[in-house]
């Protein structure tokens, strides 16, 4: 009985041991940014190197070209969740889909995760590119961010599009399984050892339910690849970080005091925010437009892309997709596929 007990306790040592080692290995791991999509390029900034592509206006009409428009992208995903959604909204406008710290091609440092930390960094490479008077979009996450590239350099930023970001953290969810994966040691384990067929399920929560996400990438293994490209650190801090940055104000009081135009995009069908609650807190900003897409869940732009882009061209004051101008704010007979909050 004694030899048994030796035995379980020795073997129980053993596992505690591995798994603090693991914990060190995959909290102080790190990755430099690399090039990942086609076209992309790796900037130089200050304190991180980050991944973007450039696309410029493809037909721009007499008159010149739009404002610029900038795609940051949610949380565990990569500027790749814009590749159906740029060809709709480059038309008459420059594009620049950035990676954020930790996530696609850009590095993937120890720290650095605070949302402001991040705005920064975007806000560098747009100086870096001479972008003024942008339409920053956010989708999730990226719309955090979004709103405080506008807080903190407001002369880059014309408008704000946010696409499925709830005002308060209150209004979401965690988008994974459980709370598990975010538990330190015991999460570093699961981190290590999860399967592709784990990481798919679990974006299953990031579109409504049913909707084939596989088939609405280019690259069938895209959130697999998002997914793995991640440091535990990156995955685990940037979740923390935007949760942080909506406690200590809420994005709908944020964009009032900065008093940038804003548009809030949510789907119906949404399973990581509740869409509801998060279009009544935007209305209360002034002069924000809202809209609910039916039967669409937290990605729009991936699910609903023409409707997406085309009220994020109407926003930008540029015309519709079919190159009808419209005033800045001001939605045509053709938005019936969105309610208005």
Not at 122 to 136: D, H, I, K, P, T
Not at 232 to 247: I, P
Request: hydrophobic share 45%.
């Amino acid at each position: 009985m004694r030899r048994r007990w030796r035995i379980l306790i020795g073997f129980a040592v053993v596992v505690i041991a591995l798994l603090a080692i693991n914990t060190v290995v995959l909290d102080s791991e790190t990755k430099p940014a690399e090039i990942t999509a086609e076209n992309g390029r790796i900037v130089e900034l200050d304190s991180v190197d980050l991944q973007l592509v450039e696309m410029p206006a493809t037909d721009p009409v007499p008159r010149g070209e739009g404002a610029p428009i900038v795609l940051l992208h949610c949380y565990a995903c990569s500027l790749h969740w814009w590749d159906r959604f740029v060809p709709l909204i480059n038309e008459n406008h420059r594009v620049v889909a950035i990676d954020l710290i930790g996530f696609g091609g850009s590095q993937k440092p120890k720290s650095g995760y605070a949302i402001d930390q991040q705005a920064r960094a975007v806000s560098e490479a747009m100086n870096g590119l001479g972008l003024r008077g942008a339409v920053v979009v956010g989708h999730s996450m990226g719309g955090d961010v979004a709103t405080a590239v506008a807080e903190g350099a407001s002369e880059l930023v014309s408008r704000v599009a946010l696409i499925g970001t709830p005002s308060e953290s209150g209004q979401a969810k965690l988008p994974f399984l459980s709370d598990l994966i975010y538990t330190p040691v015991i999460g570093e384990a699961v981190w290590r050892l999860r399967p592709d067929f784990a990481i798919r399920d679990a974006y299953e929560s990031a579109f409504a339910p049913g909707f084939d996400y596989e088939a609405a990438f280019s690259n069938p293994n895209q959130v697999v690849e998002d997914n793995r490209a991640m440091t535990y650190t990156s995955f685990d801090r940037a979740e923390a970080e935007s949760l942080q940055f909506s406690d200590a104000g809420t994005i709908a009081a944020r964009i009032t005091a900065v008093g940038v135009p804003l548009l809030a995009i949510f789907g119906s069908e949404d399973q990581v925010v509740d869409a509801a609650a998060a279009a009544q807190s935007f209305e209360a900003v002034p002069g924000a437009e809202v809209r609910i897409f039916d039967g669409v869940g937290h990605s729009p732009n991936v699910e609903a892309p023409a409707d997406t882009a085309e009220s994020l061209l109407r926003f930008a004051g540029a015309g519709s997709p079919g190159g009808a101008n419209l005033e800045p704010g001001v939605a045509g007979a053709d938005d019936s596929a969105a309610e208005t909050g």
